[in-house]
């Protein structure tokens, strides 16, 4: 159940849960009841943005076991106990708990929607400020992680943001070396699953005959050498994230068996018959095109529509060359201090190579490079600096212009004046030239 501010009802006498639904549905409160406690857990998933109204005597868990589990997952979502006459001690023991209010049977429409309006507000300005807490939190971490002011990574930190709270399955597309292990750590670190475990396999790095003991897990005997029980790689991300880089890479067998346990949330270890729930968020990285490969019967095609509800697109470094500036130097700071070194000033030849690279490695070369020449080294090899030589000389200026403006503007806080002065421009050529590369000021 994950209806916007929604009242779950839970009444076990149906004439007092159809009186409690109607009174609600006339003042146009959405409402759903339930019978038991039971079922109410069942409809309170991670998203549920309502309240909850339960009757304390309930047959199996009663309300006051209930009241406990619901505020173990959510602290802050409001419960309103419904007490019989010898009950008033009890909600008030229970209000102690964490209980929002009570009501004594028997209770009027009025007195219901009352109480339910007022937890309704309370329950919305909390996910209200929770939100924005959350937004301003995970904006500066990652903009600290997810380095580059280019659209495209503006645009990738937003999406990030958007969905990392989420229980999607996410398919992270992008050439070697472009970050795509880093978005899905951010991913996982930026949502509610970040206190279980991140669990990465590499599907192109396991012999096929490894690779379902590895992912599945197995029993003592299932197979010769299997001396013990071993947890797979799903299980051990059970509350978690399980992160499946290469995943093109998967067989084609064991492609089937992943599905199976996306689709039914259990799985099977080698050698047992014993279904396992499994509870995992699965994020999956690809250098290849997917699409085109269950087209061609290469990948399945029910599999990647399971894997790829979400779609991050991880563009090349050549596409957004305004970033390689920053990026370079933060990775040669980060350098600097991890070898114990001074930070070296940046020459104008290791400035035009870094331009005008083609960067075949994306960011993993480029962090690369930025360790040789925080130790002192020729940055780029005479075979690598040469190897960028495609791009155009007018492309590595404007790259290196476009970039230049956007520091001068954040530092001026978008003020054109101060920007001209500082970069010893006319403000009207300063002005063409914001409007030239797309820039907001």
């Given at each position: 159940?994950?209806?916007?501010?929604?009242?779950?009802?839970?009444?076990?006498?149906?004439?007092?849960?159809?009186?409690?639904?109607?009174?609600?549905?006339?003042e146009?409160?959405?409402?759903i009841?339930?019978?038991?406690?039971?079922?109410?857990?069942?409809?309170?998933?991670?998203?549920?943005?309502?309240?909850?109204?339960?009757?304390?005597?309930l047959?199996?868990?009663?309300?006051?076991?209930?009241?406990?589990?619901?505020k173990?997952?959510?602290?802050?979502?409001?419960?309103?106990?419904?007490?019989?006459?010898g009950?008033?001690?009890?909600?008030v023991?229970?209000?102690?708990k964490?209980?929002y209010?009570?009501?004594?049977k028997?209770?009027?429409?009025?007195?219901?929607?009352?109480?339910?309006?007022?937890?309704?507000?309370?329950?919305?300005?909390?996910?209200?400020?929770?939100?924005?807490?959350?937004?301003?939190?995970?904006?500066?971490?990652?903009e600290?992680?997810?380095?580059?002011?280019?659209?495209?990574?503006?645009?990738?930190?937003?999406?990030?943001?958007?969905?990392?709270?989420?229980?999607?399955?996410?398919?992270?597309?992008g050439?070697?070396?472009?970050g795509?292990?880093?978005?899905?750590?951010?991913?996982?670190?930026?949502?509610?699953?970040?206190?279980k475990?991140?669990?990465?396999?590499?599907?192109?790095g396991?012999?096929?005959?490894?690779?379902?003991?590895?992912?599945?897990?197995?029993?003592?005997?299932?197979f010769?050498g299997?001396?013990?029980?071993r947890?797979?790689?799903?299980?051990?991300?059970?509350?978690?994230?399980?992160?499946?880089d290469?995943?093109?890479?998967?067989?084609?067998?064991?492609?089937?068996?992943?599905?199976?346990?996306?689709?039914?949330?259990?799985?099977e270890?080698?050698?047992?018959?014993?279904?396992?729930?499994?509870?995992?968020?699965?994020?999956?990285?690809?250098?290849?095109?997917?699409?085109?490969?269950?087209?061609?019967?290469?990948?399945r095609?029910?599999?990647?529509?399971?894997?790829?509800?979400?779609?991050?697109?991880?563009p090349?470094?050549?596409e957004r060359?305004?970033?390689?500036?920053?990026?370079?130097?933060?990775?040669?700071?980060?350098s600097?201090?991890?070898?114990?070194?001074?930070?070296?000033?940046?020459?104008?030849?290791?400035?035009?190579?870094?331009?005008?690279?083609?960067?075949?490695?994306?960011?993993?070369?480029?962090?690369?490079?930025?360790?040789?020449?925080?130790?002192?080294?020729?940055?780029?090899?005479?075979?690598?600096a040469?190897?960028?030589?495609g791009?155009?000389?007018?492309?590595?200026?404007?790259?290196f212009?476009?970039?230049?403006?956007?520091?001068?503007?954040q530092?001026?806080?978008?003020?054109?004046?101060?920007?001209?002065?500082?970069?010893?421009?006319?403000?009207t050529?300063?002005?063409?030239?914001?409007?030239?590369?797309?820039?907001?000021h």
């Amino acid at each position: 159940m994950n209806h916007e501010l929604s009242v779950l009802i839970v009444e076990d006498d149906p004439h007092v849960l159809l009186g409690c639904q109607q009174a609600l549905t006339l003042e146009d409160i959405p409402c759903i009841g339930v019978g038991s406690a039971e079922e109410a857990l069942a409809q309170v998933g991670d998203n549920f943005a309502g309240i909850v109204i339960s009757d304390i005597r309930l047959p199996g868990i009663d309300g006051l076991e209930l009241l406990t589990r619901l505020k173990q997952r959510d602290r802050s979502l409001p419960v309103v106990l419904i007490t019989g006459h010898g009950d008033i001690s009890m909600a008030v023991g229970a209000m102690q708990k964490g209980a929002y209010d009570f009501m004594e049977k028997p209770f009027s429409p009025e007195r219901l929607v009352d109480v339910a309006r007022r937890a309704l507000e309370q329950r919305s300005l909390a996910r209200e400020v929770s939100s924005l807490r959350r937004q301003l939190a995970e904006r500066d971490s990652l903009e600290g992680r997810i380095i580059g002011r280019s659209p495209a990574m503006q645009n990738l930190r937003e999406l990030i943001a958007n969905v990392a709270d989420t229980s999607a399955n996410v398919l992270i597309e992008g050439e070697t070396g472009t970050g795509k292990e880093l978005v899905a750590r951010c991913l996982h670190d930026f949502s509610r699953r970040h206190s279980k475990q991140f669990v990465a396999l590499n599907c192109g790095g396991l012999p096929e005959n490894l690779f379902e003991s590895e992912i599945f897990g197995h029993e003592a005997n299932a197979f010769t050498g299997a001396g013990k029980r071993r947890i797979g790689k799903i299980e051990h991300a059970d509350g978690g994230t399980l992160f499946l880089d290469e995943v093109e890479s998967m067989p084609l067998p064991l492609q089937i068996k992943l599905l199976r346990v996306l689709q039914e949330r259990t799985l099977e270890r080698l050698g047992s018959n014993q279904s396992v729930a499994v509870d995992c968020r699965v994020i999956a990285a690809t250098k290849s095109d997917l699409d085109e490969s269950s087209k061609a019967g290469e990948f399945r095609s029910d599999l990647y529509y399971r894997l790829n509800v979400v779609t991050l697109e991880l563009p090349p470094l050549r596409e957004r060359r305004e970033d390689i500036l920053q990026l370079f130097e933060h990775f040669t700071q980060q350098s600097a201090l991890r070898f114990d070194r001074a930070l070296p000033e940046l020459d104008n030849q290791t400035l035009s190579n870094l331009m005008s690279h083609d960067w075949p490695g994306n960011v993993r070369e480029l962090r690369n490079v930025a360790e040789r020449f925080a130790l002192g080294l020729p940055a780029f090899k005479k075979s690598g600096a040469s190897a960028g030589q495609g791009l155009a000389f007018a492309e590595a200026v404007e790259a290196f212009e476009r970039n230049l403006l956007v520091d001068a503007l954040q530092r001026s806080g978008g003020n054109l004046t101060q920007a001209s002065q500082e970069l010893g421009m006319a403000k009207t050529t300063l002005f063409d030239k914001v409007k030239k590369y797309g820039l907001s000021h």
